[in-house]
């Protein structure tokens, strides 16, 4: 799998957008971007994916380069609760191991 | 609509001895995962599941070792705990129909003393 390169913290004020970006310039072609985050002491929780075209969900949207090497996930109007930790992963779906790799994220604050 | 549920949420252990953790999903989901946390880090797999019956090693499976007789259930265990096997567990499922995320059990909190 592709390594992902996130700042390691980022604050943002509570009610405007959290831009969290991550860079995979090694990516492959069939390899897709996911994002979870990680509220203090509990398990992962997904947040979205893309292959290449933009996403949106009641969560979050994805914004992919056109190159796909670097996106940019987007929390339109933070709250406290979205503090937590942010991790960008990028991997092949379908493979047999189906492994995801979680590395040490971007720990958003938000602030009131 | 419980999940992932694991137990137990917290134990202390003493070096040498043994303990399985349980994780229950009830989500009919295929693959199954063991992940490890420790303070400061990201997750690392331990071992996972793609299927009843079959366990296939991750990144740091030593000390440990994992049974799937169920499809609902995923187990691991310590045969003889060491202190750098402190850290919090969790487990993870998902199906192999379409291109979703994991869910995530709440953890378990293990302590080696």
């Known amino acids: 799998d592709a390594k992902t390169t996130q700042p390691p913290s980022m604050d943002c004020a509570e009610g405007r957008a959290a831009n969290l970006p991550c860079n995979h310039s090694?990516?492959?072609?069939?390899?897709?971007v996911y994002w979870y985050r990680q509220i203090h002491s509990q398990g992962p929780q997904y947040i979205i994916h893309?292959?290449?075209?933009?996403e949106t969900n009641e969560m979050a949207s994805l914004i992919i380069t056109e190159d796909r090497k670097s996106s940019t996930l987007i929390l339109p109007h933070a709250t406290l609760r979205d503090t937590a930790v942010y991790y960008c992963?990028?991997?092949?779906w379908g493979l047999g191991d189906n492994d995801m790799r979680f590395g040490a994220g971007t720990r958003l604050t938000v602030k009131p | 609509n419980a999940g992932v549920t694991q137990t137990p949420k917290f134990r202390v252990l003493k070096t040498g001895q043994s303990m399985t953790l349980l994780c229950a999903q009830d989500m009919n989901h295929e693959y199954m995962y063991w992940y490890r946390q420790d303070p400061g880090m990201g997750l690392r797999l331990i071992h996972y599941?793609?299927?009843?019956?079959?366990?296939a090693k991750g990144e740091v499976p030593d000390g440990y070792n994992v049974s799937r007789l169920k499809k609902q259930n995923f187990l691991l265990g310590l045969e003889s705990a060491a202190p750098s096997q402190t850290s919090v567990y969790f487990c993870a499922s998902r199906s192999f129909q379409g291109n979703y995320g994991y869910t995530f059990g709440s953890g378990t909190r293990l302590t080696v003393v």
């Open positions: 090694t990516i492959s072609g069939n390899e897709y």
């Open positions: 992963i990028v991997r092949v």
């Open positions: 599941s793609v299927g009843e019956g079959t366990t």
């Open positions: 893309g292959l290449k075209n933009n």
